[in-house]
């Protein structure tokens, strides 16, 4: 079965979602290539998710049609996270870029012309190593004339100069959350076979407003969430039958693998605010054998106590100076973590410095 994430990826640039000055710049760049093609070298950035890869694809079959073979000769895929030496620059982007094309085809089915040079779509291009990035800039100059190359990238500061200067930049902001609900929702209703106009469940409701926050304007992660869901975990939801009706939120989140608000906001309450280091020492405990992990646990006491709005529900207790402080800690609680400190011990080095915040202010 193929993957929800490839089955409902647009296929065209106007199908994009949220991204709509890159679009209509690509569109207007591509619109007059018969008399010249304007289109240069580009350099997609920002975070995972917000259709850089899309857009590169949807951009190349506009270019050069649908047809599989066509495309293998003149589009080039590949993941610079697979590979990050200079052997992959050398070997394959090397090799592509001087393969021969020949001029003035026409897209089958069409009297559109192609334009004459191949595409390389070169993903996460900013995982290559400096020595990759130097081999690449010098091929990008040699080929310019036979080849563009469009690169993608979450952090435009990891790709160097010599490169960046060479390409048009175009930052992807996060999908805003009614585009992602909108899409899940949409996706629902396709595999449930419903009616485009009906109404979701309640625990669909839920499972959708659930997935968005964990996904943070990630639709691809959305989506992947939702599949996961809906077939392997609750596929009774996918049917919509009444028993999916008692699934309630603590369930989901097991399902997604996300924190419940109410588990991490017991855990603050009873842990930090009592100011007893027995008490943390209990609740840390008791937090760590539900299965979570010390990251897991960092990043969503950063999500619901320093980076949630101040309300009744999450933050109450919570100023300002105390959120700045936590922050902080918690930044150098999950690098300690990343860097294959305990969990135990990091959560109770936060927990500990909280009771002290708290019992300062």
């Known amino acids: 079965m193929k993957p929800w994430v490839e089955k409902y990826r647009p296929k065209t640039l106007e199908s994009i979602s949220s991204q709509e000055e890159v679009v209509n710049a690509l569109k207007a760049a591509i619109d007059n290539y018969e008399k010249v093609c304007t289109l240069p070298h580009l350099l997609l950035h920002g975070p995972a998710g917000t259709g850089k890869t899309t857009t590169a694809l949807a951009l190349s079959r506009q270019l050069f049609g649908e047809d599989p073979e066509i495309l293998a000769m003149r589009v080039l895929e590949l993941n610079a996270s697979d590979d990050r030496g200079i052997h992959v620059v050398r070997e394959k982007i090397k090799k592509f870029s001087r393969n021969v094309i020949h001029e003035g085809a026409a897209i089958p089915g069409t009297k559109k012309i192609m334009p004459p040079f191949k595409v390389i779509i070169l993903d996460e291009a900013d995982a290559l ?118 699934i309630d939120e603590h369930v989901l989140c097991d399902a997604l693998g996300i924190m419940p608000r109410a588990v991490i906001t017991e855990y ?75 969990d135990m011990l990091q959560l109770l080095s936060v927990g500990c410095y909280a009771q002290r915040v708290f019992q300062a202010s």
């Open 129 to 246: 190593l400096p020595d990759a990035q130097s081999a690449l800039r010098r091929i990008i100059e040699d080929t310019s004339s036979s080849t563009r190359f469009i690169l993608l990238g979450n952090y435009l500061s990891r790709i160097i100069d010599p490169i960046s200067s060479r390409c048009v930049k175009y930052k992807f902001n996060p999908i805003p959350k009614s585009l992602v609900i909108d899409k899940l929702a949409e996706i629902i209703r396709e595999e449930s076979a419903k009616k485009s106009n009906a109404e979701l469940t309640e625990s669909q409701c839920l499972l959708v407003d659930l997935i968005y926050q964990s996904s943070n304007g990630d639709m691809r992660n959305a989506i992947t969430l939702l599949q996961s869901a809906m077939e392997y975990n609750f596929p009774a939801m996918l049917h919509c039958k009444a028993m999916a009706e008692d």
């Open 268 to 342: 603050a309450s009873k842990g930090w605010i009592s100011g007893k280091f027995t008490d943390l020492l209990f609740e840390t405990k008791k937090l760590l054998r539900m299965g979570y992990s010390g990251i897991t646990i960092v990043q969503f006491l950063l999500k619901y106590f320093v980076e949630a709005e101040v309300d009744a529900k999450s933050s109450s207790s919570f100023n300002t100076i105390q959120r700045s402080l936590l922050a902080i800690k918690l930044a150098q609680v999950e690098k300690s973590l990343m860097d294959g400190a305990d």
